[in-house]
């Protein structure tokens, strides 16, 4: 029944791993999103893709690599993972590319230690 | 570059009090404004404003846009504990690639 749904919801991991994160949301939107909180709570856009193509790719460290099998699907890969990599990673959704259809994941507690 | 800026970053309030959440922004290609509160997990939606001075009102909260001047608030009156929680407000910038620029929030503690 979870609109957008993100696995795993907390991940503990070492340095220099790679790791990944998973979401799918079943609204029928075409376009999702990563965003990424850190300690002080800022919430920050990293990723857009609409219908599977990428819109929006802010500064973020080539080391994050998404990728959208469909447009249901958007996964979020990190390698060589760093200490400042750990925050809370949250996945949203929207119809056609409209920010008032908002609808996020319950998020991603990643620590890297 | 885009930013929006929320004041006060953390209130302190009784139950009972009225409180008034503040909301500026510069974005490129400016579409929308929005609120969000976010407990313990996702942000959860309460408005979206695209007009200057039309409120909407859902319950005991209130929100009012200003484009001309560029900031927003969120008014939340008789105030519940359970009205504790990070407020967020985030700008939509357009142009094609519609993206939300959050600000940093203002967390709200509403003692009993």
């Known amino acids: 029944d979870t609109a957008v749904s993100q696995t795993p919801k907390y991940l503990v991991t070492q340095m220099g791993n790679d790791k990944s994160i998973k979401c799918e949301q079943n609204?029928?939107?075409?376009?999702m999103y990563w965003y990424k909180q850190d300690s002080k709570k800022f919430l920050k856009i990293m990723f857009s893709?609409?219908?599977?193509?990428?819109?929006i790719n802010e500064t973020v460290p080539n080391r994050f690599s998404p990728k959208s099998p469909d447009k249901a699907h958007l996964n979020l890969h990190i390698n060589s993972l760093e200490l400042g990599d750990s925050a809370v990673y949250f996945c949203?959704?929207?119809?056609?590319?409209?920010?008032?259809?908002?609808?996020f994941g319950s998020g991603t507690r990643l620590t890297v230690v | 570059e885009d930013k929006v800026v929320q004041s006060p970053l953390s209130l302190v309030v009784h139950e009972g009090d009225t409180v008034t959440l503040n909301c500026s922004y510069e974005?490129?290609?400016?579409?929308?404004l929005l609120w969000y509160k976010q407990e313990k997990k996702a942000p959860t939606f309460l408005f979206m404003l695209?007009?200057?001075?039309i409120e909407k009102k859902s319950g005991r909260l209130s929100s009012i846009l200003d484009k001309k001047e560029l900031f927003s608030i969120l008014n939340i009156t008789a105030t519940q504990t359970g009205d504790s929680a990070i407020y967020l407000c985030?700008?939509?910038?357009?142009?094609?690639?519609?993206?939300?620029?959050f600000g940093k929030g203002t967390k709200l503690t509403v003692n009993p």
């Open positions: 609204l029928g939107h075409d376009t």
């Open positions: 974005v490129t290609n400016f579409r929308s």
């Open positions: 695209t007009s200057s001075g």
């Open positions: 985030a700008a939509s910038s357009g142009g094609g690639s519609e993206k939300l620029v």
């Open positions: 949203a959704s929207s119809r056609d590319r409209a920010p008032y259809g908002y609808t």
């Open positions: 893709y609409n219908n599977k193509e990428l819109i």
